[in-house]
């Protein structure tokens, strides 16, 4: 079974996180940059949190607060729901469904490690399903 270690040795360990006292403009400018939809939030130096687009738009904008006035730590999610790097790509997906959510931490060890989103675990699914096509294929060619 693939597992949540296979996405990162493909994708690569960055984590991305933002102080939890940060605005929300700030988190999203870092975001913006970085071309993710969420990142991680730091408290007194340990991950409280994940702050996403989705935190942004019901937190932020439809309760009309100022994006420069507000702390991060005032519409992050919290707590975590985080994997491993032994979580099966299934789980995941699993957990990301039932959970309703598109981002999750890998923690080991009590360290995060990395996050993956749901368009890795998609992307992850999609290549290894053209590898067994071509697989299968080639052994129907064979015949």
């Given at each position: 079974?693939?597992?949540?270690?296979?996405i990162l040795s493909?994708?690569?360990?960055?984590?991305?996180?933002?102080?939890?006292?940060?605005?929300?403009?700030?988190?999203?400018?870092?975001?913006?940059?970085?071309?993710?939809?969420?990142?991680?939030?730091?408290?007194?130096?340990?991950?409280a949190g994940i702050?996403?687009?989705?935190?942004?738009?019901?937190?932020?904008?439809?309760?009309?607060?100022?994006?420069?006035?507000?702390?991060?730590?005032?519409?992050?999610?919290?707590?975590?729901?985080?994997?491993?790097?032994?979580?099966?790509?299934?789980?995941?997906?699993?957990?990301?469904?039932?959970?309703?959510?598109?981002?999750?931490?890998?923690?080991?060890?009590?360290?995060?490690?990395?996050?993956?989103?749901?368009?890795?675990?998609?992307?992850?699914?999609?290549?290894?399903?053209?590898?067994?096509?071509?697989?299968?294929?080639?052994?129907i060619n064979a015949?």
């Amino acid at each position: 079974m693939s597992s949540v270690s296979q996405i990162l040795s493909n994708k690569g360990a960055n984590v991305l996180s933002v102080d939890g006292d940060a605005s929300v403009l700030e988190a999203a400018q870092k975001m913006i940059d970085a071309n993710v939809g969420a990142m991680l939030v730091s408290v007194r130096g340990r991950i409280a949190g994940i702050v996403t687009e989705r935190d942004y738009l019901r937190r932020v904008t439809l309760e009309g607060r100022a994006d420069r006035d507000t702390a991060v730590r005032e519409i992050m999610s919290s707590p975590l729901i985080v994997v491993t790097p032994d979580t099966t790509v299934e789980e995941c997906m699993s957990l990301m469904t039932e959970q309703r959510i598109r981002h999750l931490p890998v923690a080991e060890a009590g360290e995060i490690v990395g996050v993956v989103s749901i368009g890795d675990v998609v992307k992850f699914q999609s290549k290894q399903q053209s590898v067994q096509i071509q697989y299968l294929t080639e052994y129907i060619n064979a015949r």
